[in-house]
């Protein structure tokens, strides 16, 4: 079947640090494959995304790059903010009939 | 930006009442609504699809009878879990898709945790 598996966290981080949250997906056909964060008292937004192998989503400094062969789309940034706190979901749509799934969430939390 | 509004964000109910949750996109129509179901440090499980005017389509495992979905209008889906009970305690929430518009404009509500005593 279609999941998702995403890093456990919580990760804590200084300001500056670079950050990875991994995640793999397990899916059949050619899923697009999402990254969504979650602030504090907030709903869901998108942050990046790729829809086809080899794709590399990005935004706001962060960076995803869809890789078929080890069925990953792990998550990157060279230097984290405070700003940047929050929780963060790994997410797929199989483009079949409006089917979506999430990863677990890592919660991220950067200290000055 | 659009936005999709949940409510309520928190609910607590005597077990054996139903409980309506209610997810309106303001400014879009949303022909597509999913609702999904959260446990702590645990997935979002996707539970059901609606389409405007057509009956959800549930995913496995999901009990139609125990969590009845309404999408009766192109701004306006509810939930609402029936005959509530502590088992069913979780953080639900919901999602928008607008017309003509692929994932990426894809719209969260902040989620509505149940507490079922």
């Known amino acids: 079947g279609n999941s998702v598996t995403q890093m456990e966290g919580p990760v804590t981080l200084s300001e500056e640090a670079f950050l990875t949250i991994n995640c793999t997906y397990t899916?059949?056909?050619?899923?697009?494959l999402f990254w969504y964060v979650q602030y504090p008292g907030e709903g869901l937004q998108l942050l990046l995304k790729a829809t086809k192998a080899d794709d590399k989503g990005s935004n706001k400094g962060f960076e995803a790059t869809y890789r078929k062969e080890t069925t990953s789309f792990h998550l990157e940034k060279g230097s984290v903010q405070v700003s940047d706190s929050a929780v963060y979901f790994c997410?797929?749509?199989?483009?079949?009939?409006?089917?979506?799934?999430f990863g677990t969430g890592t919660s991220l939390t950067v200290i000055p | 930006g659009a936005v999709v509004s949940q409510h309520p964000s928190w609910v607590i109910c005597k077990s054996g009442t139903s409980v309506k949750i209610e997810c309106r996109s303001l400014d879009f129509q949303a022909t597509t609504m999913f609702w999904y179901r959260q446990f702590p440090k645990q997935s979002l499980m996707l539970m059901a699809t609606s389409n405007e005017g057509s009956k959800a389509t549930y995913e496995q495992g999901v009990e139609k009878d125990k969590f009845l979905i309404n999408h009766a209008s192109l701004t306006l889906s509810t939930l609402t879990v029936t005959s509530a009970h502590p088992e069913d305690s979780s953080f639900y929430i919901c999602?928008?898709?607008?017309?003509?518009?692929?994932?990426?404009?894809?719209?969260f509500g902040s989620g509505t945790q149940l507490s079922v005593l």
């Open positions: 899916a059949t056909g050619y899923p697009s």
């Open positions: 997410a797929l749509d199989t483009n079949t009939g409006n089917q979506f799934y």
């Open positions: 999602s928008a898709r607008g017309v003509g518009q692929g994932t990426e404009k894809l719209f």
